[in-house]
Nanobody, 123 residues
Framework: QAQLVESGGGLVQPGGSLRLSCAVS????????IDWFRQVPGKEREGVSC????????NYADSVKGRFTISRDNAKNTVYLQMNNLKPEDTAVYYC????????????????WGQGTQVAVSS
């Protein structure tokens, strides 16, 4: 059974950094690409980034390009989201999910979700 567990959220000041982790079990990172999403109360979940199982290629939403970096450690079955230069508008619950396609397309097709981790950016 596929499971994803996010960690690493917290409170950070504007301009600060956080690294989120998504630990997966029941499958390997060669089996599925992994998406990161975020959600603010009252709004739809927004796709943030994706890393491909096929070749490690990555995609980012325009709102985070140049600030966020997605990476993976296959030996640890963990995907990371390094978030730098955080802004108040990055405040959200962040989720990771398995992606339907083995190569990220720029759109997001999530399948199995983690439980989320809260990120708050505030002074």
């Amino acid at each position: 059974q596929a499971q994803l567990v996010e960690s690493g959220g917290g409170l950070v000041q504007p301009g600060g950094s956080l690294r989120l982790s998504c630990a997966v079990s029941g499958f390997t990172l060669d089996d599925y690409s992994i998406d990161w999403f975020r959600q603010v109360p009252g709004k739809e979940r927004e796709g943030v980034s994706c890393i491909s199982s096929s070749d490690g290629s990555t995609n980012y939403a325009d709102s985070v390009k140049g600030r966020f970096t997605i990476s993976r450690d296959n030996a640890k079955n963990t995907v990371y989201l390094q978030m730098n230069n955080l802004k108040p508008e990055d405040t959200a619950v962040y989720y990771c999910a398995t992606e339907r396609f083995k190569t990220c397309t720029g759109d997001f097709f999530p399948m199995v979700w983690g439980q989320g981790t809260q990120v708050a950016v505030s002074s």
